[in-house]
């Protein structure tokens, strides 16, 4: 990575823009996804909340007791605003179905807006506040992704965990109007922090990641807010995020032109409950079936062609657990080419890695990686007995331009996974988040959001 004295501060440019952005200065298209992206993670969470990884960890950390001032997400509890942004970001990711963007191959809404939402929460913030401080982040997380991209996940960093903690802490520095010099001493606070393995996925550690992110940007903008000291020009100094966490170095793409909604308008929505490097493959497996009507029995050979970035993502050979299923190329892509249901959060159990059905088709697909291929593009063909070949093709990196289509698409996903968490009041909920923002605060949502009460 080479240095470039006559640069500006990328941290400090970072900072500057996104203390910069107003409610009144958004385009309509980034408030639309933005209340989109808002709708979708309470969807993700509110099943998320009771999976096993968010209950050890809410039982650890509400063991030790803490002042109630922020919501838990999909349970009866209140918190700190710090345990709530651990606790909500970890329940969010849990079930892996929440939204991504290709600016840094990982999950910017799970990083970003769990801390936000319990800051706000106590500090009683209106949602327009939150709306542009949601956005700002989301902006500053795919810039500070962009500046390291490609290499930082290709080395094995978890960009959700890594650039999640510099995005989180510029959006509550913003909602905390902290000057840009404080936003850039946030953003050295939250890079220090910022780590996570890739070779966690298929573990409770993953989602982990989305929460120590949230928790991490929410603690560097409180603490920076005290005076805390750091490095203003942590993403790009020597010995810096960059220089320590990747060997690509892009600062003509952190600090480019374009409006702010960029890269939201990019933002990557999940309509199956596994890794989003899967979707490709899955959408193209089902259209091979449904065109064609092939039979599962009279598949003889299944070839998977995806881009190499999959390999130590979701390449999973012989998964054993369900959470292990979510990051199998060959057992998703058999889900697909039987007719599962992909989309369904209870499908993945460790019993469905075990039926013949499935265990039959995933053993006798290939995978081969294509360097051509963008990272969400894939191939599929299969053979059937009487030798026929039959493929399909799927870019699962190109986002919804059809803005209502895709919010009737989350409306029904919200409602599959929410209804059977909090019942009857799922329809009043939608309907809060789907006209997010004004002068109310988040309170009121919040407490719609709560479990234990239907």
């Not at 909602?175 to 573990?203: N, P, R, V």
């Not at 064609?292 to 657990?321: G, L």
Request: aromatic content about 4%; some cysteine; proline content about 4%.
């Amino acid at each position: 990575m080479s240095s470039d004295l006559s640069r500006p501060s990328v941290t400090r440019w970072l900072a500057e823009r996104a203390c910069a952005i107003r409610r009144e200065d958004l385009p309509d298209a980034a408030v639309t996804i933005a209340r989109q992206c808002i709708l979708d993670w309470f969807a993700v969470t509110l099943p998320g909340a009771s999976e096993p990884a968010v209950t050890l960890l809410a039982d650890e950390l509400l063991s030790d007791g803490a002042r109630p001032v922020a919501t838990l997400v999909g349970r009866s509890d209140r918190t700190s605003a710090a345990n709530a942004a651990l606790i909500n970001g970890t329940a969010s990711h849990a079930i892996d179905f929440d939204d991504v963007n290709m600016a840094i191959l990982g999950h910017p809404t799970v990083a970003i807006l769990p801390g936000l939402l319990a800051l706000a929460e106590e500090i009683s913030a209106s949602q327009d506040e939150v709306l542009a401080a949601f956005v700002a982040g989301y902006d500053v997380v795919c810039r500070a992704g962009a500046l390291m991209s490609p290499g930082h996940y290709q080395h094995g960093f978890h960009a959700t965990a890594t650039v999640g903690s510099v995005g989180a802490a510029a959006a509550c520095a913003r909602l905390l109007k902290l000057d840009a010099e404080t936003t850039a001493t946030a953003y050295g606070i939250a890079a220090t922090m910022a780590s996570g393995l890739k070779s966690m996925f298929g573990t409770m550690c993953k989602p982990l990641h989305a929460g120590r992110a949230a928790q991490n940007g929410l603690q560097a903008a409180r603490l920076a807010k005290r005076g805390f000291t750091s490095r203003q020009d942590a993403l790009e100094c020597a010995q810096g995020l960059a220089a320590t966490q990747s060997v690509d170095f892009n600062p003509e793409e952190a600090m480019k032109d374009a409006p702010l909604d960029h890269h939201i308008a990019n933002n990557l929505f999940k309509y199956h409950a596994s890794c989003y490097l899967t979707h490709g493959a899955i959408e193209a497996g089902k259209a091979v079936r449904e065109r064609h009507a092939v039979s599962s029995n009279a598949i003889q050979a299944v070839e998977i062609r995806v881009p190499p970035v999959t390999d130590r993502v979701c390449n999973i050979a012989a998964p054993r657990t369900g959470l292990e299923a979510k990051f199998s190329l060959r057992l998703t892509v058999a889900m697909a080419l039987a007719g599962r249901d992909t989309s369904g959060i209870a499908t993945y159990t460790d019993a469905l890695t075990q039926e013949p059905e499935l265990v039959r088709l995933r053993d006798m697909a290939t995978i081969s990686f294509d360097e051509a291929l963008p990272e969400a593009k894939a191939e599929i063909a299969i053979r059937t007995a009487d030798g026929t070949r039959l493929s399909a093709i799927h870019d699962a990196g190109v986002a919804d331009t059809d803005l209502v289509r895709q919010g009737l698409k989350l409306a029904a996903k919200f409602d599959a996974l929410a209804v059977p968490v909090i019942g009857g009041r799922a329809t009043v909920l939608r309907a809060a988040l789907t006209d997010f923002g004004g002068e109310e605060t988040v309170g009121g949502i919040m407490a719609l959001a709560r479990g234990g009460m239907h």
